[in-house]
């Protein structure tokens, strides 16, 4: 069974930094790329950031560009999402994500942790 924990979420004040952690159990981690998606109550899923599997593409939502670092320790099995110059437009319920699929703005995961609740405030 896939289990995805996520950890590190928090209060930060605008232009601060947070680390978030996911622990992966119940599946070959090193086979899979891995996401980090976002939610705002009431909105759609949106996807945050990918990294391959192997060596690790990463690729970002332009929103994130630049202040987010998304990074795996296939070792430990963990996945980590470093997030700096943070925004209120930040403010979400973090996911790690296996299996995401974009179709234009709607995005889907096959399997996502319980969520690490991340808090921008001015």
């Known amino acids: 069974e896939v289990h995805l924990v996520e950890s590190g979420g928090g209060l930060a004040q605008a232009g601060g930094s947070l680390t978030l952690s996911c622990a992966a159990s119940?599946?070959?981690?090193?086979?899979?790329?891995m996401s980090w998606i976002r939610q705002v109550p009431g909105k759609a899923l949106e996807w945050v950031s990918t990294?391959?599997?192997?060596?690790?593409?990463?690729s970002y939502a332009e929103s994130v560009k630049g202040r987010f670092t998304i990074s795996r320790d296939d070792a430990k099995n963990t996945l980590s999402l470093q997030l700096n110059n943070l925004k209120t437009e930040d403010t979400a319920m973090y996911y790690c994500?296996?299996?995401?699929?974009?179709?234009?703005?709607?995005?889907?995961?096959?399997?996502r942790g319980q969520g690490t609740q991340v808090t921008v405030s001015l």
């Open positions: 994500a296996k299996d995401v699929l974009k179709l234009g703005a709607q995005v889907t995961a096959s399997q």
């Open positions: 119940g599946f070959t981690f090193t086979r899979y790329p």
């Open positions: 990294i391959g599997a192997g060596p690790g593409t990463a």
